[in-house]
């Protein structure tokens, strides 16, 4: 189902990631699917091709959305449980340090930088004493953890708090516009758009096993127990697909 573009994009993604591949085998595959979908022209025709409503314009809008961190979330090609193809709209302002979730994913990703920057945060857990986690000398940071699920019959994030955290900062990064990078899906990150302009990145999720659930840890306050995901409209979708072409013509 599908234009030209569709179709080889979906081909692109079974011939390059479907089979049990290893773990490291399976991100090297898959960042360098994103860096070949990921190329400004070849992603400005996929696009292009989706905004005229090739693909599956009402099952994609279902599954794009606002996102709480501060971008815009389109579905370009859902493969089900196995590969998700997005585009990640980033507005400057939005999701900026200090306020974005610290977070890992129900499974693993790749993504490359097509327009734009964007910096990023890697974390591990540190043990601490739960008693007392105010203490933030060593470098670490206090937080509070939720396990993060969706909701039955909605797609709303349900978060469950699980108690105090101490996390570490094992890495920064940026990455500007040809960028690519992959992240097993347990990794802990937080990421923002580092320019005054709009981040464009495209977003692969692949795998058959996806965790049922994430870790979203927070050092701004209690987050409420769930957190509506409001989907786009088949319209509404449309049109941000048609904005995000004439932002990648503009480039």
């Avoid at 193809?85 to 097509?114: F, T, Y």
């Avoid at 105090?164 to 990421?191: D, F, K, N, W």
């Avoid at 870790?215 to 449309?238: I, M, N, Q, S």
Wanted: aromatic content about 4%; overall charge negative; glycine content about 8%.
């Amino acid at each position: 189902m599908g234009g030209r573009q569709v179709l080889a994009a979906r081909q692109l993604l079974t011939e390059t990631l479907d089979g049990e591949l290893p773990e490291h085998e399976r991100l090297a595959a898959a960042r360098a699917v994103v860096a070949e979908l990921g190329a400004p022209e070849r992603l400005l025709e996929l696009t292009a091709e989706l905004a005229s409503g090739e693909g599956d314009p009402h099952g994609c809008a279902r599954l794009s959305y606002r996102h709480v961190l501060g971008f815009d979330k389109l579905l370009l090609i859902d493969d089900g449980p196995r590969h998700m193809l997005r585009a990640h709209l980033w507005h400057p302002g939005r999701g900026a340090i200090g306020k974005e979730d610290i977070h890992n994913h129900r499974s693993p990703l790749a993504s490359s930088v097509v327009r734009g920057r964007l910096a990023m945060e890697l974390y591990a857990p540190r043990s601490t004493d739960t008693s007392d986690t105010s203490d933030t000398s060593d470098g670490g940071i206090a937080a509070d953890r939720y396990q993060e699920s969706l909701a039955d019959g909605s797609a709303d994030w349900l978060l469950e708090p699980t108690g105090p955290a101490r996390l570490r900062l094992t890495q920064v990064a940026e990455y500007a516009a040809g960028s690519t990078y992959a992240l097993p899906a347990h990794t802990l990150h937080r990421a923002w758009c580092d320019t005054a302009e709009p981040t464009v990145t495209l977003f692969l999720e692949t795998g058959n096993e996806r965790r049922r659930h994430t870790d979203v840890f927070t050092a701004a306050g209690p987050h409420p127990g769930t957190v509506p995901k409001v989907p786009l409209e088949v319209d509404d979708y449309l049109s941000e697909l048609d904005a995000l072409a004439e932002l990648l013509r503009s480039s």
